[in-house]
């Protein structure tokens, strides 16, 4: 990881306070928050991502994504 995407991801874990992953390590939000199989549809407007249904930190994602 470069050090840009690095001081990104040690904001995010200021925003993860309160949550299962607050102690987690960089490299365990990664695997849990950013690397997820889901499913992109472009429109000319808007992009939504799905999430699969069965995915366990869905609340968290989507509490810390939606916005953006």
Same mark, same amino acid.
């Given at each position: 990881?470069?050090? *840009? @995407? ?7 874990? $200021?925003?993860? $306070? ?13 695997? $849990?928050?950013? $690397?997820? @199989? @889901?499913?992109?549809?472009? /429109?000319?407007?808007?992009?939504? !991502? %799905? !999430?699969? %249904? %069965? +995915?366990? +930190?869905? /609340? ?5 994504? *939606?916005?953006?």
């Amino acid at each position: 990881m470069n050090i *840009h @995407a690095c001081k990104e991801m040690f904001k995010l874990r $200021k925003y993860l $306070k309160s949550t299962v992953l607050e102690n987690t390590c960089v490299q365990t939000i990664r695997e $849990k928050l950013i $690397k997820v @199989a @889901a499913t992109l549809k472009v /429109s000319t407007r808007r992009i939504l !991502l %799905s !999430l699969p %249904s %069965s +995915y366990p +930190y869905q /609340s968290i994602w989507q509490q810390f994504f *939606h916005p953006l």
